[in-house]
């Protein structure tokens, strides 16, 4: 690390009058660069003065920092320097002072170079004497500015020139500002501002709270360690430097220096002596915190991140440069995510804490839930819950680094949870929750090439419910029939059901394409409904092909909108200094659906008993589960996703290695209902209860049910699909039938292999099979 501080012994001593000064500091500047020059060459000299650069050549790294939605709480830091700028004016007189009594006490007078100095240095250096490294404060800063190393005749001329040319264009107070801002303080703190926040916890902003800014004792502390900023690599122990934290040497080294810049207030006039001798050495500096370089990014919140800066990079302001752009840019980056709802979110999803439900908390370490919330109406994402670890894997969605290239594990088989959008295409097309259609526990569908004679069989129930074989819709959701949503698919066609999807917020969908053993991502915005619809086949309705947390909770935001679809995003504004570089556009795309049809989604989703809370708010949802291969008492991926009037969310439960949902007790008895379905309870009591909001402000209206004289009954025979049958679509697997201990909802069709766009080493695939 570069000594930066180096010139105790400027301490304002008397000074001839005016003009012999000036005569003096000509003929000291002279004889300096003529010794000098004697060493390095007049060609050198020619060059350093035409190159040198100034303070607006300079790019400084600045940090980035990312915070929550209330623009006031850091979330995470980035960048290569932990380092944020300050302007001279903004800042309080502690380190002004401090600073200047430590390294440059004759700063406001001197014309920036220490030609004494300079002039022993030289003479010491061309006769073979012992190198001297008196610097003023411009001079250090040029230095550290210019990133000049090491003591040699070449860098003495070009610090001193670069100094002289500062001192003559920039005002003192300028020059100041440069230095404060710029050079390093120790523990990765480059600048006042970062040293404040690292070593007390303060800032040196005079528009903070009083408590909140740097004092002058504490200012003092850290313009000590300018000194030496760290230990010494080759003798940690023995020359430690000024961090009172890193020894007892360190400590007393940082209260002699802490004294003699008490002294040169005294003699500047900063401090009288009366105020000088009740000055006391701080005992507050925090301890070194060696996790202090993650910035936050290790934490679940890193997962957020990650979308952040996958997000802005497909901004016009940021599009086609690199990270270090925005990480060293010095940006304020607001995002959207809710401090109250992500420690909600946090609480419940993961499920190593004991603030989790218990129902999830202390299983087998493969298992793993993902939560999404999203604001209706606006697509704003409060609430984003991956994984433990933002430099893990990422559960609940994907995004694209730096390089393009997408990430994430976040798409698992949604099962009867996407019977959402099946439901909310039917209230579209007219057809009434309480339209009756034929629903056994078994039954063929021969346009989809579900048959008895096929691989996969007819399609099976996995549930029973009273009102067979004749039910509603809306009974047939609450018991999550599959052979009802089978029939319905393929009534209003799989085109209608995916548009539904892609229109609600789900764009993208994961096909299993034969010799790949990985899913594959279709983006359902590409082509025609039709043509998207060709990569899929009939078992789309009950769940079969993998879709992400993240849309899967921004779909449900359209519902709870009334059917106004937002874009979900992270970003709110971006900003640096004064200036707004960017900031969201919010806007709503109406899906069509018209008051009555609203009321009958929610109307039959809040008769979903797993959606039920204990809290007086209205809500709605839907429980999913994926099986493992071809077992019937196996599950690898479970779901619940719902809302209220003010908030949507999407929880899922499964393995990080694809094996089957296994309790602690051996028991295979995990469902939507009873895995995710508490998490999603739990999450949405706690947020809606932290975020303060008014119940009644939200209700649910009751429909009209205009076509409810008497129920109607859809035909027995199947209606032929509207959208075209695949050509050789994956052959879906069988359903079943068996009953079920709970009123859980899951097609217990096979399930794609383990969701991954870009497979991590420590993930090995799921162990269950694909569609066939």
Not at 223 to 240: I, T
Not at 259 to 280: F, P
Not at 511 to 519: D, F, H, L, Y
Not at 640 to 645: E, K
Request: aromatic residues 8%.
């Amino acid at each position: 690390m570069l000594q930066t501080g180096d010139n105790d012994d400027a301490d304002g001593s008397a000074t001839p009058t005016p003009g012999r000064r000036r005569r003096r500091h000509r003929l000291l500047a002279v004889l300096a660069v003529f010794a000098l020059l004697a060493g390095s060459g007049l060609v050198a000299g020619g060059y350093y003065f035409d190159s040198v650069p100034t303070p607006t050549d300079l790019k400084l790294p600045e940090s980035t920092t990312v915070y929550y939605a209330d623009g006031r709480t850091p979330m995470a830091k980035l960048g290569a320097e932990n380092r944020t700028i300050v302007p001279y004016d903004q800042m309080n007189d502690s380190a002004k002072q401090a600073i200047v009594a430590a390294e440059d006490r004759t700063f406001w007078t001197n014309k920036g170079v220490d030609f004494k100095g300079v002039l022993r240095a030289a003479w010491a250096n061309v006769t073979g004497g012992q190198r001297q490294g008196a610097s003023t404060l411009t001079q250090q800063y040029a230095r550290v500015a210019a990133d000049l190393r090491g003591v040699t005749y070449s860098r003495k001329l070009r610090e001193a020139v670069v100094a002289w040319k500062l001192d003559d264009t920039y005002s003192k107070e300028e020059i100041l500002g440069f230095y404060l801002n710029t050079v390093p303080f120790g523990r990765g703190a480059y600048g006042i501002e970062a040293a404040a926040q690292a070593f007390f916890g303060k800032t040196v902003r005079r528009d903070a709270p009083p408590q909140q800014q740097l004092t002058q004792a504490e200012a003092m502390v850290l313009c000590a360690m300018v000194k030496q900023p760290e230990a010494d690599p080759a003798d940690p122990e023995g020359s430690p430097g000024y961090d009172p934290r890193r020894n007892a040497t360190a400590k007393q080294n940082s209260i002699d220096r802490w004294n003699y810049i008490r002294d040169g207030m005294v003699k500047l006039g900063y401090l009288t002596s009366e105020q000088a001798a009740n000055l006391a050495y701080p005992d507050s500096v925090r301890p070194i915190d060696p996790n202090a370089g993650r910035s936050g990014l290790d934490r679940p919140t890193g997962l957020v991140v990650n979308h952040v800066l996958s997000e802005l990079r497909e901004t016009e302001q940021f599009r086609g440069k690199p990270d270090e752009v925005i990480r060293d840019g010095g940006y304020k980056i607001v995002t959207t995510i809710d401090k109250r709802v992500q420690d909600a979110a946090e609480a419940a999803a993961d499920i190593r804490r004991d603030t989790a439900p218990e129902a999830v908390r202390g299983q087998p370490k493969n298992w793993q839930a993902a939560l999404v919330a999203v604001e209706p109406g606006t697509g704003r994402v409060l609430g984003y819950y991956g994984g433990s670890s933002g430099s893990g894997a990422d559960y609940a969605g994907w995004y694209r680094d730096e390089n393009g290239q997408a990430r994430g594990f976040g798409q698992h088989p949604p099962g009867s949870s996407f019977k959402v959008y099946d439901l909310a295409a039917a209230v579209e097309n007219d057809i009434s929750v309480k339209q009756r259609f034929d629903s056994p526990d078994t039954k063929e569908f021969p346009g989809s090439g579900r048959t008895k004679g096929s691989p996969a069989g007819p399609i099976r129930n996995a549930e029973h419910a009273p009102c067979q074989p004749n039910c509603a819709l809306w009974e047939a959701t609450v018991a999550s029939l599959n052979v009802t949503y089978f029939e319905l698919t393929e009534k209003l066609g799989t085109a209608k059901v995916i548009d539904m999807a892609k229109r609600a917020g789900v764009e993208s969908m994961w096909e299993t394409v034969k010799g790949n053993p990985q899913p594959q991502r279709v983006d359902l915005r590409d082509g025609s409904a039709d043509e998207v619809a060709r990569r899929f086949s009939t078992e789309v309705g009950i769940g079969q092909y993998g879709i992400s947390v993240q849309d899967h909770a921004n779909g449900m935001a359209t519902f709870a909108a009334g059917g106004k679809r937002a874009e979900a995003h992270f970003v709110r504004s971006v900003t640096k200094g004064d200036e707004k570089v960017w900031s969201e556009q919010l806007k709503q795309t109406d899906l069509g659906l018209d008051q009555e049809a609203i009321n009958q989604l929610d109307w039959t989703l809040r008769r979903v008993k797993a959606a039920k809370l204990d809290n007086d708010w209205d809500s709605a949802g839907k429980t999913g589960t994926w099986q493992a291969g071809q077992s019937t008492t196996q599950n690898v991926h479970t779901w619940m996703v719902g809302w209220t009037g003010a908030l949507a969310s999407a929880v899922w439960l499964g393995t990080t290695d694809g094996k089957p949902l296994k309790t602690k007790d051996g028991s295979y008895e995990v469902y939507g209902s009873t895995g995710p379905g508490p998490i999603w309870r739990q999450f949405m009591a706690d947020a809606t209860a932290a975020l303060k909001l008014d119940p009644d402000k939200y209700r649910f209206a009751e429909p009209a049910f205009p076509d409810d004289a008497p129920e109607t009954t859809a035909p027995t025979t199947p209606p032929v699909t509207s959208s075209p049958t695949p050509s050789a679509p994956p052959t879906p697997s069988p359903t079943p039938s068996r009953p079920s201990p709970t009123p859980s909802e899951r097609p217990t069709s096979r399930p794609t292999i383990s969701p991954s766009l870009s497979p991590l080493p420590s993930l090995s695939p799921s162990k269950t099979r694909r569609p066939r």
